[in-house]
């Protein structure tokens, strides 16, 4: 179809007034729903254009999403078939898509980070438990709107679980996003969805993708056997906790990523908050322990040192408790980190902070360890 070459005329009740966008398969039109007098996108596309084994899956998944009633997903109003084009009426989003917005700007600011992200996130929760997978999520699928708001769009490759898949056993979707087991040929589940989002995540993180190529045969080779740099590599100032969530999202082997978004999200709030995630604590690094300051690999429960339980941070729980501790060997109260008591005037142990000096500097305890 020539672009614009439906403005003017109606469609499902709606009268075409601008073209926004072109697609593979179609265009999407501003319009005007006339009974409604509202604002509406209506995604044309010809049938001549869709093997007609899949006009029928296209039009039931339009049908699933029209189910879906969420925020962080653009609402699908009405589906049809129209003198040879099929016709999809939308909500009518304004502002700018994730792509553009990083054209222009390239990494994102970690103040809108958060909210861009954890909208996406809350979208594909709500298509998960819809029983659906996007298979094509990308920045370009992603409205910024004028409130700020995430809103997952373009829906052309999404799988219901509930209906026969015309797509089984093909590569679909666009090749910087492409999770690895679709590059083999098998079947996209949640966590599929999840490594495209990583994608997102690392490139607004970076200001850079994870994996470039001139071709999909390259891509292929990379998603399937290339390692992204960990984003601190590319940029030192980046948050070494969001760094490991996004290389989470992007496991080659689905078993090794987030199971389901709510994972996902849970560590997203942990590195809000500026605690260690769990994607952090899988990786096998190490952290120092807020009281004694040993360095301890992160995934341990507690200090092997000084005992005490690793909070999530992955330092110790009293680092938010009070600056003065009790007296070993007295009960008086004490600067934490004071290498003696004021009231007892007993050492105390240069390892751990926290035991009485026996010998060598050392309180029992440390020295059992020794």
């Known amino acids: 179809m020539p672009s614009g070459n439906l403005v003017g005329k109606t469609l499902a009740g709606c009268r075409l007034v601008a073209p926004v966008a072109r697609g593979s398969m179609g265009e999407v039109y501003k319009g005007v729903h006339e009974a409604l007098q509202r604002l509406v996108a209506v995604k044309v ?50 502002g700018e898509t994730l792509k553009a917005r990083f054209d222009e700007f390239g990494a994102v600011a970690e103040s809108e980070l958060y909210p861009v992200i954890g909208g996406i996130a809350r979208g594909l929760a709500g298509m998960h438990a819809g029983g659906m997978v996007h298979r094509d999520l990308k920045m370009e699928n992603i409205m910024l709107t004028l409130e700020g708001q995430a809103v997952i769009m373009d829906f052309g490759l999404v799988r219901d679980a509930g209906a026969k898949d015309e797509y089984q056993g093909r590569i679909v979707g666009t090749p910087p996003y492409i999770p690895p087991e679709l590059w083999m040929g098998k079947v996209a589940d949640a966590r599929s969805d999840l490594y495209s ?80 995630p769990d994607a952090l604590r899988s990786t096998g690094r190490k952290v120092k322990c807020g009281f004694c300051e040993a360095i301890m690999p992160a995934k341990l429960g507690k200090c092997s040192v000084c005992g005490s339980a690793l909070g999530p941070s992955g330092e110790i729980g009293f680092r938010s408790e009070s600056a003065e501790v009790a007296c070993p060997s007295c009960g008086g109260l004490r600067e934490r980190r004071a290498r003696a008591c004021p009231h007892c005037r007993k050492p105390i142990c240069g390892n751990c902070l926290r035991g009485v000096v026996v010998r060598e500097d050392l309180c029992s305890r440390c020295l059992s360890i020794g």
């Open 45 to 94: 596309i010809s049938v001549s254009a869709v093997e007609k084994a899949a006009v029928d899956a296209l039009l039931l998944e339009a049908r699933a999403l029209a189910k879906l009633e969420h925020p962080n997903i653009v609402r699908v109003y009405d589906v049809g078939v129209h003198g040879g084009l099929i016709t999809i009426v939308m909500q009518f989003l304004e």
């Open 197 to 276: 989002l990583g994608v997102i995540l690392y490139t607004v993180l970076c200001g850079e993708y994870p994996f470039r190529a001139k071709s999909p045969r390259e891509y292929r080779e990379l998603h399937l056997n290339g390692t992204p740099k960990n984003p601190v590599q590319v940029n030192p100032s980046i948050d070494e906790n969001l760094g490991s969530v996004a290389l989470k999202l992007m496991a080659r082997a689905p078993e090794r990523r987030y199971g389901s978004v709510e994972e996902f999200l849970r560590d997203l709030d942990l590195c809000r908050r500026g605690d260690t």
